[in-house]
């Protein structure tokens, strides 16, 4: 079994910083895709930013409503993933999600999604 955790919501003013983490744990071989994903009051679930890892090259992709102002990133060999937001605006505020597609140590070739459990980000005006 594999687990998500987040960690780095708060309260911020607009304008401000935060940082999230996302640690993964359990019984990984390999992770392919990870994210962040964020969902409003009343709005679905929606994609903020993505980071791909291969071999030692990382793509990424962002939503258009956080380029220039987030950036995903993530420590492969801690299988941790962070997404640093600047420049806080109150609509960013949500509940964020980690996603990662891991293949487990029992299953190698097939990569499965998990979820963690999210972390509130308040943005205040």
């Known amino acids: 079994q594999v687990q998500l955790l987040e960690s780095g919501g708060g309260l911020v003013q607009a304008g401000g910083s935060l940082r999230l983490s996302c640690a993964a744990s359990?019984?990984?071989?390999?992770?392919?895709?990870m994210g962040w994903y964020r969902q409003a009051p009343g709005k679905q679930r929606e994609l903020v930013a993505t980071?791909?890892?291969?071999?030692?090259?990382?793509?990424?992709s962002y939503a258009d409503s956080v380029k220039g102002r987030f950036t995903i990133s993530r420590d492969n060999a801690k299988n941790t993933l962070y997404l640093q937001m600047d420049s806080l605006k109150p609509e960013d505020t949500a509940v964020y999600y980690c996603y990662a597609n891991v293949a487990s140590l029992r299953d190698r070739t097939t990569f499965y999604g998990y979820w963690g459990q999210g972390t509130q980000v308040t943005v205040s005006s």
């Open positions: 359990g019984s990984i071989f390999s992770i392919k895709v």
């Open positions: 980071i791909t890892s291969s071999g030692t090259t990382s793509t990424t």
